[in-house]
């Protein structure tokens, strides 16, 4: 049986390991860490649907889940370095969705 985990608890545990291992880095460090896996990202969807083969030197043989858990982290670490709850801020963003798009995409 697999554990689940709330954002909180992650955030919490992302923090613990950032701690352990130097500490956070300088903000725009990290920005540009979240840039470098939104292009890992953006380079597997285009492998994955057939519009860009992946180089014959590319070793790397990562999953889709791999590169957005990659994102996640790093953006939960900014988040952390902010002193920011996301999981207070996500439900923020839910509600203003749910009430500026009701009707917008039915």
């Not at 903000?27 to 380079?43: D, F, K, T």
């Not at 790093?74 to 009430?99: F, G, H, P, Q, R």
């Amino acid at each position: 049986m697999s554990e689940s985990k709330t954002l909180k608890e992650f955030q919490s545990e992302i923090d613990k390991w950032i701690q352990k291992h130097g500490g956070y880095w300088p903000p725009l460090s990290m920005l540009s860490a979240i840039m470098e896996e939104v292009g890992e990202l953006a380079r597997e969807i285009n492998f994955l649907e057939g519009h860009k083969p992946k180089k014959s030197n590319d070793k790397k043989e990562a999953s889709l889940g791999e590169e957005l858990a990659d994102l996640i982290f790093s953006v939960l670490c900014l988040a952390n370095y902010y002193k920011i709850d996301l999981t207070e801020k996500l439900k923020n963003i839910l509600s203003k969705y749910t009430k500026r798009d009701a009707f917008r995409f039915k």
